[in-house]
């Protein structure tokens, strides 16, 4: 076998390459490491802490025991390092800055330093690794005055580390700082936090984030829009650390551009513009274009139930940008925060407030429902129908009336006139004319409140004869007369005639235009589903309704037979109000109802369960069954 040689000039030149790209790749540093704060000046967003710091080095009243804690990515560990590194600092500024320069300083930049050490607790954290440290702190630095020990995620150390560590940390040797950091300081025994100078750190806020990624996006010759950046810091959610990471990815997708539809798309989020277009949709009620806008969100992969938490949170800032004072309490982009007040002067509060309360509504209930889709439509539906008039003509999208302007005015009357006949009169004498006059105008067109007008006549009569006879006799005064029930002007059939009256007096606003063809089972689904819709006050006469079995008699004449005087006329009452809901629910305009009593042979009588049962042993087959089984009726 013959052996080729490599040395051409067409494989020197591939080698070549591969080890370009090869050097290429071994000198990249993603953007967190790159741009890692080395002093007090470039850490972002905790001013208060570095000042902090920075005066205890320049005083030199330095703590045994500092504790570090806040959310991930917000420079725990980094003010640590830089603390550390001034601390040990031969010739520090005068603004308590490490001079960079020192043997300490050169020693730590280069990872070589014998005076600061760093122990990362999630993985060493027994006994064992305490007593390690422990030992370590009896010799004093060589270079330096210090010996500074950094344990990262403290709280993850066990029970019996803690415990091994706690006299260490109450009383350390002069030449040793504990500085710790955690991201959960609750998980910390208390007896740790009361040995430490606690430093809580903030989360960043979208403003200085954005200002951080410019700063890095100049360094690194990238362009950008600051809609994208804004994008990039609303996800990092706090966490500079997490900015850094998806500014890298979304600069590597779109290759040194950063577009805010190319952060959207690699990031796969929703396009806040949606949020704002079904706000705008749902204050004109158009409710077909929001299902649209839905269907096509949903084809794009999104869930639903982020969509709803997304819209939320949208309209919390819309809720916020109404008010000036609360305008900057939006983590947005200086341009997204007009957009929020723009939008906010066109939505009325009542319609944010109901949205938020039907969209938390949807939120609790999503995980439990089993057709999460339909859900969130009908949550969206609602949304849109919040500043749609109750009595609108168009109500296509809308759900049902739900009879609650169909007996709004009945119930508004019934309440008002109960008021005024429960009210006693003022003139208990012999002017009893006036009362009952009054009464009769007070009748409302119900049975109850015809009651109550009777017992109201009656307290009266018994008024004005108790106070007759309590009056003494004398010769100069006629002896009242008897007080008659005809007097006061009130009949059974006066009320009648006027609550009839009432009745054909009453607006009916129905859909003349349409005239479609419904059966017999559809009308009796439709009173069903009226009664089901009834409101909670009139519970009792819904159940009755139910036993009334409607007929067409001729089309569109439907009828409607009861058995019994009294529910007939509690029907004749709301009869107008039940035939436009009839009218729409079956969409022929020209539906006309005719009440009347049922005859005696048309009243069957209900059989008992002993009549029922002696009908069924009739037959050959269920006798025989219940001889076999040997049944008996209980």
Same mark, same amino acid.
């Given at each position: 076998?013959?052996?080729?040689?490599?040395?051409?000039?067409?494989?020197?030149?591939?080698?070549? +390459? /591969?080890?370009?790209?090869?050097?290429?790749?071994?000198?990249?540093?993603?953007?967190?490491? &790159?741009?890692? #704060?080395?002093?007090?000046?470039?850490?972002?967003?905790?001013?208060?802490?570095?000042?902090?710091?920075?005066?205890?080095?320049?005083?030199?009243?330095?703590?045994?025991?500092?504790?570090?804690?806040?959310?991930?990515?917000?420079?725990?560990?980094?003010?640590?390092?830089?603390?550390?590194?001034?601390?040990?600092?031969?010739? #520090?500024?005068?603004?308590?800055?490490?001079?960079?320069?020192?043997?300490?300083?050169?020693?730590?930049?280069?990872?070589?330093?014998?005076?600061?050490?760093?122990?990362?607790?999630?993985?060493?954290?027994?006994?064992?690794?305490?007593?390690?440290?422990?030992?370590?702190?009896?010799?004093?630095?060589?270079?330096?005055?210090?010996?500074?020990?950094?344990?990262?995620?403290?709280?993850?150390? @066990?029970?019996?580390?803690?415990?091994?560590?706690?006299?260490?940390?109450?009383?350390?040797?002069?030449?040793?700082?504990?500085?710790?950091?955690?991201?959960?300081?609750?998980?910390?025994?208390?007896?740790?936090?009361?040995?430490?100078?606690?430093?809580?750190?903030?989360?960043?806020?979208?403003?200085?984030?954005?200002?951080?990624?410019?700063?890095?996006?100049?360094?690194?010759?990238?362009?950008?829009?600051?809609?994208?950046?804004?994008?990039?810091?609303?996800?990092?959610?706090?966490?500079?650390?997490?900015?850094?990471?998806?500014?890298?990815?979304?600069?590597?997708?779109?290759?040194?551009?950063?577009?805010? /539809?190319?952060?959207?798309?690699?990031?796969?989020?929703?396009?806040?513009?949606?949020?704002?277009?079904?706000?705008?949709?749902?204050?004109?009620?158009?409710?077909?274009?929001?299902?649209?806008?839905?269907?096509?969100?949903?084809?794009?992969?999104?869930?639903?139930?982020?969509?709803?938490?997304?819209?939320? @949170?949208?309209?919390? +800032?819309? =809720?916020?940008?109404?008010?000036?004072?609360?305008?900057?309490?939006?983590?947005?982009?200086?341009?997204?925060?007009?957009?929020?007040?723009?939008?906010?002067?066109?939505?009325?509060?009542?319609?944010?407030?109901?949205?938020?309360?039907?969209?938390?509504?949807?939120?609790?209930?999503?995980?439990?429902?089993?057709?999460?889709?339909?859900?969130?439509?009908?949550?969206?539906?609602?949304?849109?129908?919040?500043?749609?008039?109750?009595?609108?003509?168009?109500?296509?999208?809308?759900?049902? &009336?739900?009879? &609650?302007?169909?007996?709004?005015?009945?119930?508004?009357?019934?309440?008002?006139?109960?008021?005024?006949?429960?009210?006693?009169?003022?003139?208990?004498?012999?002017?009893?004319?006036?009362?009952?006059?009054?009464?009769?105008?007070?009748?409302?067109?119900?049975?109850?409140? =015809?009651?109550?007008?009777?017992?109201?006549?009656?307290?009266?009569?018994?008024?004005?004869?108790? =106070?007759?006879?309590?009056?003494?006799?004398?010769?100069?005064?006629?002896?009242?007369?008897?007080?008659?029930?005809?007097?006061?002007?009130?009949?059974? /059939?006066?009320?009648?005639?006027?609550?009839?009256?009432?009745?054909?007096?009453?607006?009916?606003?129905?859909?003349?235009?349409? +005239?479609?063809?419904?059966?017999?089972?559809?009308?009796?689904?439709?009173?069903?589903?009226?009664?089901?819709?009834? #409101?909670?006050?009139? $519970?009792?006469?819904? @159940?009755?309704?139910?036993?009334?079995? #409607?007929?067409?008699?001729?089309?569109?004449? $439907?009828?409607?037979?009861?058995? +019994? /005087?009294?529910?007939?006329?509690?029907?004749?009452?709301?009869?107008?109000?039940?035939?436009?809901?009839?009218?729409?629910?079956?969409?022929?305009?020209?539906?006309?109802?005719?009440?009347?009593?049922?005859?005696?042979?048309?009243?069957?009588?209900?059989?008992?369960?002993?009549?029922?049962?002696?009908?069924?042993?009739?037959?050959?087959?269920?006798?025989?069954?219940?001889? @076999?089984?040997?049944?008996?009726?209980?």
């Amino acid at each position: 076998m013959q052996l080729q040689r490599t040395d051409s000039p067409q494989a020197s030149c591939v080698a070549t +390459n /591969q080890q370009l790209t090869i050097s290429n790749m071994e000198e990249y540093i993603v953007s967190a490491r &790159k741009y890692r #704060p080395m002093s007090f000046d470039s850490v972002v967003g905790q001013t208060a802490l570095t000042t902090t710091l920075r005066n205890a080095v320049k005083s030199g009243k330095l703590a045994h025991a500092y504790l570090f804690c806040g959310p991930r990515g917000v420079g725990k560990t980094t003010c640590a390092r830089i603390f550390a590194k001034a601390i040990n600092c031969l010739h #520090p500024t005068a603004d308590g800055e490490a001079c960079g320069e020192c043997e300490s300083c050169r020693a730590f930049s280069e990872q070589r330093s014998y005076n600061i050490f760093e122990l990362d607790a999630a993985s060493n954290n027994s006994v064992e690794n305490i007593k390690q440290i422990m030992e370590q702190t009896r010799i004093p630095p060589q270079v330096g005055r210090y010996k500074v020990f950094i344990i990262d995620e403290v709280h993850m150390l @066990s029970t019996a580390a803690f415990n091994a560590f706690l006299k260490t940390l109450e009383e350390p040797p002069a030449h040793v700082i504990f500085i710790l950091a955690t991201t959960e300081k609750h998980k910390i025994l208390p007896t740790i936090l009361s040995r430490c100078q606690i430093y809580d750190f903030e989360r960043m806020t979208v403003e200085n984030t954005i200002a951080h990624l410019k700063h890095v996006a100049e360094k690194e010759g990238i362009t950008y829009e600051e809609e994208a950046l804004s994008m990039i810091a609303e996800k990092a959610d706090g966490g500079m650390r997490d900015a850094l990471s998806i500014f890298d990815q979304a600069a590597s997708f779109c290759q040194g551009n950063i577009t805010y /539809q190319k952060v959207i798309e690699d990031l796969n989020e929703l396009d806040a513009d949606n949020y704002f277009r079904i706000v705008d949709l749902a204050m004109e009620n158009k409710v077909s274009d929001i299902m649209l806008l839905l269907n096509s969100i949903i084809e794009k992969g999104f869930d639903g139930g982020n969509l709803i938490n997304g819209l939320a @949170s949208h309209v919390r +800032n819309v =809720l916020m940008a109404k008010d000036a004072a609360t305008l900057t309490l939006l983590e947005v982009s200086q341009q997204q925060r007009e957009k929020y007040a723009e939008q906010a002067k066109r939505c009325p509060t009542r319609f944010l407030y109901t949205a938020l309360k039907l969209m938390n509504q949807c939120d609790l209930s999503y995980r439990q429902s089993s057709n999460k889709r339909l859900l969130v439509e009908l949550t969206l539906i609602q949304v849109a129908q919040i500043t749609q008039p109750e009595d609108a003509a168009d109500g296509a999208g809308r759900s049902p &009336k739900r009879l &609650k302007s169909l007996f709004i005015h009945l119930t508004t009357a019934r309440n008002t006139a109960a008021q005024q006949v429960a009210a006693p009169g003022k003139n208990l004498g012999y002017g009893t004319h006036n009362t009952g006059a009054a009464a009769l105008s007070a009748v409302p067109n119900d049975t109850q409140a =015809l009651s109550q007008a009777m017992t109201a006549a009656a307290n009266t009569i018994t008024s004005a004869a108790s =106070l007759a006879s309590a009056q003494p006799q004398t010769s100069n005064k006629p002896k009242p007369k008897a007080i008659k029930l005809s007097g006061l002007g009130i009949t059974f /059939q006066s009320l009648q005639r006027k609550q009839e009256a009432a009745v054909k007096q009453e607006a009916e606003i129905t859909n003349k235009e349409e +005239n479609e063809e419904f059966t017999q089972e559809l009308l009796e689904l439709q009173w069903l589903s009226m009664c089901n819709r009834m #409101p909670q006050k009139m $519970i009792a006469l819904a @159940s009755r309704m139910k036993n009334v079995k #409607p007929q067409i008699s001729n089309f569109p004449e $439907i009828e409607i037979v009861v058995d +019994n /005087q009294i529910l007939l006329d509690q029907i004749n009452e709301i009869k107008g109000r039940i035939r436009v809901t009839l009218a729409k629910a079956l969409h022929n305009g020209s539906v006309n109802l005719t009440l009347r009593l049922a005859e005696a042979e048309e009243i069957s009588r209900k059989l008992t369960k002993k009549e029922v049962f002696d009908e069924l042993m009739k037959q050959k087959e269920v006798r025989a069954f219940v001889e @076999s089984m040997g049944l008996e009726l209980t």
